[in-house]
């Protein structure tokens, strides 16, 4: 069994209500992990620089030059960003977080900045907040997550929605799955999650028999029916080698079109947690050809997205 790939986990935080919803996310889904580091980002975009000019008299400190501006950053940390940074590292350890947390702050463009931090130095994981934002509209304006989310390939990106319940924010998880090795790699993952985390009670298995190749399926001398269910019971099988109750888990089969009918389940099901497979892909060619998952995130917003990526 593959791990989890928890390790090293990159929050991006910037003080707000999202973000602090992403954090208390990751303090339950985490709790208990000794040999884990999760380090908190902030990006400062330049703004702060803006609203700290008017206390300065360049006449006076004119000689001081980039010392001056050392000094507004420092005040601007220290009165800003810890207070909350202090706060986030707090939750965590309420929560029963026991690994080790660290506190970082740069400069640049945040959506840039997250990318190249995660890539450089090897965190497989980043938890992150979203809003709600259609992914047309994401990409135009680009959004931060919807920035990482195409930037980072090889990594896993949890995009935590607006329904996180304090006691249990993952309770309910959906797996979507289509006997591809994308599919199979979120299987995978969401069995070490559901060992991991205890007050999971309903895992579904989702196969939606995708209508537009129904007919060629047939006529390859497919039952495109009991594939369906040779795919779910390939995937079942993974949660009851590893020990898994048989108890927790449903299958489902869906005859119709992938994005419809996995957005249908989700807001019909009550999920916490969705977890996907996904073939690395920009935004553009993800709008261009309609990609499941981004049709999912921009339509769910309140459960926790997790996307795996190959």
Do not use: W
Not at 119 to 135: C, D, H, W, Y
Not at 179 to 191: C, I, L, N, P, R
Not at 258 to 285: C, F, N, T
């Amino acid at each position: 069994m593959n791990k989890c790939y928890f390790d090293k986990v990159l929050l991006p935080v910037d003080g707000s209500p999202n973000a602090l919803r992403a954090v208390k996310f990751a303090g339950a889904l985490l709790k208990g992990i000794e040999s884990l580091n999760i380090t908190f980002l902030y990006v400062m975009a330049g703004g702060y620089l803006s609203e700290h000019m008017k206390n300065v008299d360049f006449r006076a400190e004119l000689i001081k030059g980039s010392e001056v501006f050392k000094k507004i950053k420092e005040k601007y940390v220290e009165e800003n960003i810890m207070p909350f940074m202090s706060e986030y590292e707090k939750i965590l350890k309420d929560a029963g977080f026991n690994g080790l947390i660290e506190k970082r702050i740069e400069e640049g463009d945040p959506g840039n900045k997250i990318i190249e931090i995660a890539k450089k130095e090897n965190f497989q994981t980043v938890i992150l907040a979203r809003r709600g934002m259609s992914e047309l509209k994401g990409f135009f304006l680009g959004s931060i997550s919807s920035k990482v989310l195409h930037g980072l390939i090889n990594h896993n990106v949890y995009l935590v929605g607006e329904k996180v319940v304090e006691e249990t924010p993952v309770s309910q998880v959906l797996v979507p799955v289509d006997g591809s090795e994308y599919s199979m790699k979120a299987v995978e993952h969401a069995v070490c999650v559901v060992k991991m985390v205890k007050s999971i009670n309903k895992i579904t298995l989702l196969r939606v028999v995708n209508l537009s190749f129904y007919l060629e399926r047939v006529r390859e001398g497919i039952d495109p029916e009991q594939e369906a269910k040779e795919i779910l019971d390939k995937a079942k099988n993974k949660f009851l080698e590893e020990g898994i109750s048989q108890d927790l888990i449903i299958t489902k089969v869906s005859l119709g079109f992938p994005k419809e009918e996995i957005v249908k389940e989700i807001k019909e099901g009550g999920y916490d947690l969705v977890v996907m497979g996904r073939k690395g892909r920009s935004a553009l060619r993800e709008i261009v050809l309609g990609g499941v998952s981004s049709s999912v995130i921009s339509r769910c917003l309140e459960p926790t997205i997790a996307i795996i990526n190959l």
